[in-house]
Each structure stands twice: as C-alpha cells, then as structure tokens.
C-alpha cells in the first residue's frame, strides 16, 4: 500500500506538455529520487504534490484519499512538506520563528488568542519551539537561531529551509535539489545527514537531485523523467546503466552538466562518478 | 515595567532586547514595539497633562492627528504586516463614520452602541474587499483598490440616501463618558488618546502572535508559507478585514472629533494621500503611523496661516515621498527606531552578549 500514489498525473502549460500521464508510487518509509534533464517536469511534479499546481488530469492518492482538491495548506497539514530548489526563508524571522512557524499556526480565532493571552496559551508556542531547537540541533543549525536568514550563507539556509519543513512534522517530505552548489565532500555528508534524518522522523522521502553520486548512496528506488514523460524505474543502479536513461541525459540540449558522470557511471559501475 | 534593564534570561523582553541589541537594520518591525513601549511610558503623562496646556484649537487639530494615526495603523497592518497594498482606506474610514452617523440618525441609537455596529459591518466589507487580492497583486491591486474607493464615494458616500442624510451632512451628538460630556475638548483628547493606544497594543500582540507571524511569513514567501501550513486565503482575508475596521474605528472617531459627517474627506484622493503618508511614515512602523499622522494633519493647518501656499499640500506629499526614497527607504519610522535604538544601546549591549540561550 502506497503512502503516496500519483495516477496518471498531466500538466499542461499552454502548448506545452510539462508532465504527460505520470504515475510513480511512494511506499512509506522508501527513499525515492527523481533525476532528469532541466525542464523534465520534476519541480512541476513537486508543485503538484505540493497543491500549488492544479493537474489537467490525473489524481494525487495519499493515504488511499484523493487530495486533489486540497489547498498546500491542507496538504501541509496532512503531512506533505517540501523544500525549494532556491530557499524560501521568511527574511523578516529570525531563523527560530521560522522553524516555530509551522508548528504555531493561526487557528480559528486565532485573533482572539493573540489579543487576549489565556493561562496556557504560550504552551503551544514552547512546544513549537523546543521542536525548533530539537530539529535544529540535528541538522546541526542550532548556533544559527538568532539569526536572520539573509545573514547566512547558502549552505545554511538550505538546511533551514530542510529544518523548516520538518518542523511542519510531515510524513511525505519532498526535497528540491537539497545539495545544490555543495562540493562533493559536503555532498557525501549531506547525504549521510539525509539517511539520519529520515531514520529520526520516520520519513518517507522524495528527492529531485542532479547529483547522482548523492542519489545513488540514497535512493531505494529511482524514476527517471524525461520532457515530461517517465524514462525509466527500479533499483537505482540498474536504472542510471539503462542506455535509454544514458541517451536521455547524453541528447538533451543542457544535458551536458548531468551528462559526464551518470555516462560514466553507466559504463563503469563505481569508478567514475564525481 | 522597564523591558530594556531586564536580565536576558526574561524571556520576551530579552528577546526584543537582544534583537535591539543587535540591531539588524532591516527589521524596524520587532524593534517598533520597544518605542511603543517608550512611547506608552512618558508621554502617557504628557498627554493626560497637554490638553491643559494647549488651546482650544491646537488641542482639536491634535485629536483629529491621533484619529488619522489610528487610520494609518490600519495601513501599517495591511501593507507593512500582511503585504498587501490598498487605495481605499480612506473609504473604510468614511463607510465606519457614515454607519455610524446612520445608524445614529435613523433609529436613535447611543453613539456606544452605533459605533461598534459600524465597525463589525465594515470589517465584514473589508473582507469582501480583500478577495481581489487572492487573484491580483502589486499595480492590478491598488488599482482595484482605487475603483472601491470611487465606488464608495460615488454611490454610498454621495448616492446613496439612507447613508448620507439625502445629501444633506449628519451632525453626531457626543455622548458622555463617566460624566464627562466630550463636547469638552479635553475629554474628547483623552477618549480618542485611549482609543489609539488600544488600538496600537492590539496590533502590536497580533504582530508578536502567531497571526503576525503568518502574516511575515506570507509576505516574505507567499508560496513557502502556504506549504509550511499558512492558509493564505484565511490571513489576507483576515488583514484586510482588521485592517478595514481599524480604519472604520477612525472614522466612527472621525465623527465623534469632528461632529460631522459629509463625504469629502472620505474621497479616493484622501485614500491615496493617506497610502503616501504611511510611505512617507515608514509603513512597517507603528511609531512612524503617529509621526505621519502629525506631519499630516499639522502640516495643513500650518500652510492656512499662509493662503498663499496652501494649495502646496499635495507638492509637499510629493516631494516628501521623493525625499523619504531617497534618504529613508524605511520612513520616518525608521529615522524613529534608529535614534532609539542609538538610545539604547548602551543598556541593551550586556543583553546581547549570550549567545548560548538557544542551545539544546
């Protein structure tokens, strides 16, 4: 049973066919990744899961209920978070109320809490909080707190933007290109942090990456897309030494990038990754 | 009381403090609620000691600056808090002062009971008023905005005959509070002196709570907030409601100052002059609404002893508006909380210096 089922998922965008007739699945607690050339539809993809985009056709299954028709709000609140491929801080926050965010949401009289302070009321607040720190000393941010995000570098803003969306306490956790810009050593701790953090929150995990050193130590299961359509599936090893993927990836215009080590991954097993 | 000595392990006034101490230049909005407090302190006194010291005429144009404050609150709140622009203030304004009169007029209600009424009916347009912004933003917006604000004027304001007394003005009989009837001048100054106070802790507990958060969290990210849980529909319908009936609280005060009610300051042209001097003013501080406030009201006043420049008001919006880009991206609210926070350094610099409280 799938935590997460995509049927026939089709986007259009005018003329253009950004994701034809998708289904992929997500069984709880699996690591998947989505690899693909620029402009394959991944983000799209994210979008759509995420409810910002609406799908022409196709239904969003989780937890055996349709969610097409759910704000991100809503999805959010059913426990699907995503990180952004450029990270989207609350600049005016310091990094500790954008981390308790997500745990301290207006609710229905919301208002009337905030003008008039109950006894208890600051406890939700605390726990939100202490869940901040909490998730903020995994990801080993914690020094980082009373900060605004605008003060730090890329590479810590990437993880608070991992630690905000964990702080949402989601199941389904969907990451756009995480390690974007990080050398290969960061990459390799990153993705021991990954592996970590899904054990800790009991995640299931879905990952946009063009890093296939960082997908293959991973990934339990790996969905190639290609302009819109799905290339390829299984075992990630066996997936990236597919000559249809490695065609994919050597033709497309801007494949250059993704090209040289996913080739030489497909012809020589461990050797030649970055 | 005094926030700025507390020992840092205080926990919310450390954290202002700390972020005081700190100083990150772009953030006027959490250091505005320590020259709040300021502001709450001393001239508290010197307000309920002024009107003793003003006269008659002086004492008026400063009620009627505060009224204007509280108007501008309202636009800090939309625009400064929740992100969103608005070219109809004005007109929630004159719809909470036109209810209000009515309500008044036609069935004799107390001005206590009519006023709040007011205030409800225009928070719930306020809310009708802010569905345009699920769809639009930026320019498409204000211009929408703009053609509520005509709308109003043109066919409640001056249309519709119930609401404005078949053309003629309505005149507002004050009431008495505790016995003190605010005819008097002074009582009417205290009154609305109180009401801006209120009004402004309101808004600074909503802006330290959880829907002052969403509402950060919207405007710096729309998208990433609404995936982090922030319904969006719900807080900007909710901004422009409060904001909207922050703006009727003027206007029912706006009555009660002026005693009548007649459509011309409630026009689309009031609505932009009062976007231009919340800009001018610093629009994501509540200290910089009050500033503005004065600025605006007073400035007028001031320019009738000389007719000759009178009808420069509008230039001199201009060209504040042309300065403040140019000298002070964050207003005169900002010139405020730079110089306080100058102020207070020296006390809040040891508040600073622990850096572990976070820690797991």
């Given at each position: 049973?799938?935590?997460?089922?995509?049927?026939?998922?089709?986007?259009?965008?005018?003329?253009?066919?950004?994701?034809?007739?998708?289904?992929?699945?997500?069984?709880?607690?699996?690591?998947?990744?989505?690899?693909?050339?620029?402009?394959?539809?991944?983000?799209t993809?994210?979008?759509?899961?995420?409810?910002?985009?609406?799908?022409?056709?196709?239904?969003?299954?989780?937890?055996?209920?349709s969610?097409?028709?759910?704000?991100?709000?809503?999805?959010?609140r059913?426990?699907?978070?995503?990180?952004?491929?450029?990270?989207?801080?609350?600049?005016?926050?310091?990094?500790?109320?954008?981390?308790?965010?997500?745990?301290?949401?207006?609710?229905?009289?919301?208002?009337?809490a905030?003008?008039?302070?109950?006894?208890?009321?600051?406890?939700?607040?605390?726990?939100?909080?202490?869940?901040?720190?909490?998730?903020?000393?995994?990801?080993?941010?914690?020094?980082?707190?009373?900060?605004?995000?605008?003060?730090?570098?890329?590479?810590?803003?990437?993880?608070?933007?991992?630690?905000?969306?964990?702080?949402?306490?989601?199941?389904?956790?969907?990451?756009?290109?995480?390690?974007?810009?990080?050398d290969?050593?960061?990459?390799?701790?990153?993705?021991?942090?990954?592996?970590?953090?899904?054990?800790?929150f009991?995640?299931?995990?879905?990952?946009?990456?063009?890093?296939?050193?960082?997908?293959?130590?991973?990934?339990?299961?790996?969905?190639?897309?290609?302009?819109?359509?799905?290339?390829?599936?299984?075992?990630?090893?066996?997936?990236?030494?597919?000559?249809?993927?490695?065609?994919?990836?050597?033709?497309?215009?801007?494949?250059?990038?993704?090209?040289?080590?996913?080739?030489?991954?497909?012809?020589?097993?461990?050797?030649?990754?970055? | 009381?005094?926030?700025?000595?507390?020992?840092?392990?205080?926990?919310?006034?450390?954290?202002?403090?700390?972020?005081?101490?700190?100083?990150?230049?772009?953030?006027?909005a959490?250091?505005?609620?320590?020259?709040?407090?300021?502001?709450?302190?001393?001239?508290?006194?010197?307000?309920?000691?002024?009107?003793?010291?003003?006269?008659?005429?002086?004492?008026?144009?400063?009620?009627?600056?505060?009224?204007?404050?509280?108007?501008?609150?309202?636009?800090?709140?939309?625009?400064?808090?929740?992100?969103?622009?608005?070219?109809?203030?004005?007109?929630?304004?004159?719809?909470g002062?036109?209810?209000?009169?009515?309500?008044?007029?036609?069935?004799?209600?107390?001005?206590?009971?009519?006023?709040?009424?007011?205030?409800?009916?225009?928070?719930?347009?306020g809310?009708?008023?802010?569905?345009?912004?699920?769809?639009l933003?930026?320019?498409?917006?204000?211009?929408?905005?703009?053609?509520?604000?005509?709308?109003?004027?043109?066919?409640?304001?001056?249309?519709?005959?119930?609401?404005?007394?078949?053309?003629?003005?309505?005149?507002?009989?004050?009431?008495?509070?505790?016995?003190?009837?605010?005819?008097?001048?002074?009582?009417?100054?205290?009154?609305?002196?109180?009401?801006?106070?209120?009004?402004?802790l309101?808004?600074?507990?909503?802006?330290?709570?959880?829907?002052?958060?969403?509402?950060?969290?919207?405007?710096?990210?729309?998208?990433?907030?609404?995936?982090?849980?922030?319904?969006?529909?719900?807080?900007?319908?909710?901004?422009?409601?409060?904001?909207?009936?922050?703006?009727?609280?003027?206007?029912?005060?706006?009555?009660?100052?002026?005693?009548?009610?007649?459509?011309?300051?409630?026009?689309?042209?009031a609505s932009?002059?009062?976007?231009?001097?919340?800009?001018?003013?610093?629009?994501?501080?509540?200290?910089?609404?009050l500033?503005?406030?004065?600025?605006?009201?007073?400035?007028?006043?001031?320019?009738?002893?000389?007719?000759?420049?009178?009808?420069?008001?509008?230039?001199?919006?201009?060209?504040?508006?042309?300065?403040?880009?140019?000298?002070?991206?964050?207003g005169?609210?900002?010139?405020?909380?730079?110089?306080q926070?100058?102020?207070?350094?020296?006390?809040?610099?040891?508040?600073?210096?622990p850096?572990?409280?976070?820690?797991?």
């Amino acid at each position: 049973m799938p935590l997460c089922d995509v049927r026939n998922v089709t986007v259009r965008f005018g003329g253009v066919t950004a994701l034809d007739a998708i289904s992929m699945e997500m069984l709880e607690g699996e690591f998947v990744a989505l690899i693909g050339p620029n402009g394959a539809g991944k983000t799209t993809l994210f979008n759509v899961l995420s409810g910002i985009q609406q799908p022409a056709a196709g239904d969003i299954i989780y937890r055996n209920q349709s969610i097409n028709a759910l704000a991100p709000n809503d999805r959010a609140r059913h426990g699907i978070g995503r990180t952004f491929q450029t990270p989207q801080a609350f600049s005016s926050l310091t990094v500790l109320d954008n981390l308790t965010l997500p745990g301290w949401l207006p609710r229905f009289g919301g208002v009337f809490a905030d003008l008039i302070p109950l006894p208890g009321a600051g406890q939700a607040r605390r726990a939100a909080r202490d869940r901040a720190r909490g998730v903020a000393a995994v990801l080993g941010i914690a020094d980082t707190l009373d900060r605004y995000p605008s003060e730090l570098p890329l590479g810590k803003r990437r993880l608070i933007e991992l630690a905000r969306a964990l702080c949402a306490e989601p199941q389904l956790l969907l990451l756009d290109e995480p390690a974007s810009g990080l050398d290969a050593e960061e990459t390799a701790r990153f993705a021991e942090l990954l592996l970590r953090v899904r054990d800790i929150f009991k995640l299931t995990m879905l990952l946009v990456e063009h890093d296939m050193q960082l997908v293959l130590s991973v990934a339990d299961y790996l969905y190639v897309l290609n302009f819109g359509r799905l290339l390829a599936q299984g075992d990630p090893a066996m997936v990236v030494s597919d000559p249809a993927v490695v065609a994919a990836y050597l033709g497309g215009d801007d494949a250059d990038a993704n090209a040289a080590p996913l080739a030489s991954r497909g012809r020589d097993a461990q050797g030649g990754l970055r | 009381m005094h926030s700025a000595t507390r020992p840092a392990r205080a926990p919310v006034g450390a954290d202002l403090t700390r972020r005081l101490g700190r100083g990150s230049a772009a953030e006027t909005a959490h250091v505005g609620s320590q020259t709040l407090k300021w502001l709450l302190r001393a001239p508290l006194l010197l307000a309920l000691l002024l009107p003793g010291a003003l006269g008659a005429y002086q004492l008026t144009v400063l009620t009627l600056a505060l009224v204007y404050a509280i108007a501008l609150v309202s636009l800090v709140l939309l625009t400064g808090f929740v992100g969103q622009v608005s070219l109809c203030q004005a007109s929630f304004m004159g719809l909470g002062a036109f209810l209000c009169a009515a309500l008044m007029g036609h069935y004799h209600l107390s001005y206590w009971i009519a006023a709040p009424i007011a205030i409800v009916v225009v928070f719930c347009s306020g809310v009708l008023a802010g569905l345009p912004a699920l769809r639009l933003r930026g320019l498409t917006l204000a211009i929408v905005t703009l053609s509520l604000a005509l709308l109003a004027d043109n066919f409640l304001f001056q249309g519709l005959d119930w609401l404005n007394n078949n053309g003629n003005h309505w005149v507002i009989s004050r009431p008495s509070v505790f016995g003190a009837s605010l005819d008097h001048p002074d009582a009417l100054f205290r009154v609305i002196f109180i009401a801006l106070l209120l009004v402004m802790l309101a808004v600074v507990r909503l802006r330290e709570g959880r829907t002052g958060k969403s509402w950060y969290a919207m405007r710096d990210a729309e998208i990433a907030a609404s995936t982090s849980g922030v319904s969006v529909v719900a807080m900007k319908l909710l901004g422009f409601g409060l904001a909207a009936a922050i703006a009727a609280v003027a206007g029912v005060l706006y009555a009660l100052a002026i005693g009548v009610v007649s459509p011309e300051p409630f026009n689309f042209v009031a609505s932009i002059q009062l976007l231009a001097i919340a800009v001018i003013a610093g629009v994501r501080s509540l200290p910089g609404a009050l500033a503005g406030a004065l600025f605006y009201i007073i400035l007028p006043q001031f320019l009738l002893q000389f007719p000759t420049l009178a009808p420069l008001t509008s230039l001199i919006l201009g060209g504040g508006l042309i300065l403040q880009m140019l000298f002070a991206p964050q207003g005169i609210g900002g010139i405020l909380d730079d110089a306080q926070r100058r102020l207070f350094r020296r006390q809040t610099a040891p508040a600073s210096a622990p850096q572990d409280e976070e820690g797991v």
